[in-house]
């Protein structure tokens, strides 16, 4: 079992519409969640961080962490075609500095 | 805040070059700076990790003498890719960690990343 799994898509999503991107994590121990955002040849770009059970909003983006059930997820309201991108979700593992990545949701918005 | 800046943003050089790369914080000191790399289409590879003042340490499968990390202050890492080949071409991208947070949780922000080309 991959340590952060994502669904690798892609995820078609229409313009306006929510798209929710979803992540896995096997360490129970993680304390800290990551999401970025990349488009093609370029760096990734970070969106959000949580760190606490619930929901987390910033503006179209919001991200949801359930650690019992050792899920997080982010949500993006109003998708615009500039959304279109592949996501990584990013976990801090405990006792570690470094974050694990997922592969990575490629997410195209079709206008 | 939390700007990571990475230069050269692109290199292109023959066979048997050495490359060095410098990634800088420029507004928050990064005790630890990453170095990943990056083929099309594929995932970000971890390199190596970098603490300021000390060794780097390396993932399982990257040769320590072929990418030198060199982490002399609290804004500046450097990777020196040696001897470059043609199968050293990829994305390198730089990170560091920093900016809002407990010391334990705070992110990595990202360099805008190197595209190396060995020809």
Request: one cysteine or more; proline letters at 4%; hydrophobic letters at 30%.
């Amino acid at each position: 079992q991959k340590e952060v799994e994502q669904n690798s898509g892609p995820l078609s999503v229409p313009e306006g519409a929510i798209a929710s991107l979803n992540c896995t994590y096997s360490d129970r121990g993680s304390q800290s969640f990551f999401w970025y955002r990349q488009y093609s040849g370029k760096s990734p770009e970070l969106i959000m961080s949580i760190y606490s059970n619930g929901d987390k909003e910033d503006g179209r983006f919001t991200a949801q962490l359930n650690k019992a059930s050792q899920y997080v997820s982010l949500l993006i309201r109003d998708s615009q075609p500039s959304d279109s991108a592949t996501y990584l979700c990013a976990v801090k593992i405990q006792g570690a500095q470094k974050l694990v990545f997922g592969q990575g949701t490629r997410l195209t918005i079709n206008p | 805040g939390a700007v990571v800046s990475q230069h050269p943003s692109r290199v292109i050089c023959k066979s048997g070059t050495s490359v060095k790369i410098e990634c800088r914080s420029l507004d928050f000191q990064a005790t630890t700076m990453f170095w990943y790399r990056q083929f099309p289409k594929k995932s970000l590879m971890l390199m190596a990790t970098s603490n300021e003042g000390s060794k780097a340490t390396y993932e399982q499968g990257v040769e320590k003498d072929k990418f030198l990390i060199n982490h002399a202050s609290l804004t500046l890492s450097t990777l020196t890719v040696t001897s470059a080949h043609p199968e050293d071409s990829s994305f390198y991208i730089c990170s560091a960690r920093g900016g809002q947070g407990g010391r334990g949780n705070q992110p990595q922000h990202f360099g805008d990343g190197t595209r190396l080309s060995i020809l």
